[in-house]
């Protein structure tokens, strides 16, 4: 299986930030695992954002939850993360994974003026 995070890698504080996962050689729609966006903010640990099952039920972090909101397109085997009223502590590096065995390379994103 291979993953790949897709979006703007600068957005302005108080926007909405929009990430997809591409995944290929699996389907997000019959797989029992929870697809999840996971972060890494400069010099600090990985955190958990949330995730998404096959049968579109959600989870997220409850310090985030109410900024929030994962969705799937399973006809083009993408899940999409957003995430509102950015700021600057949203920096970070942003990855997808599928059941934490498998990850996407990660995409920078940065929070800025």
């Known amino acids: 299986v291979q993953l790949q995070e897709s979006g703007p890698g600068l957005v302005k504080p108080s926007q909405t930030l929009s990430l997809t996962c591409t995944v290929s050689?699996?389907?997000?729609?019959?797989?029992?695992?929870?697809w999840m966006w996971i972060r890494q903010p400069p010099g600090k640990g990985l955190e958990w954002m949330g995730a998404?099952?096959?049968?579109?039920?959600?989870w997220y972090s409850s310090s985030l939850k109410s900024r929030t909101s994962i969705s799937r397109d399973s006809s083009k085997n993408q899940f999409t993360l957003q995430l509102t009223s950015v700021t600057p502590e949203d920096t970070a590096v942003y990855y997808c994974?599928?059941?934490?065995?498998?990850w996407g390379q990660g995409t920078q994103v940065t929070v800025s003026p």
């Open positions: 998404i099952a096959k049968s579109g039920s959600t």
């Open positions: 050689g699996d389907s997000i729609a019959t797989r029992s695992y929870a």
């Open positions: 994974t599928r059941g934490l065995n498998s």
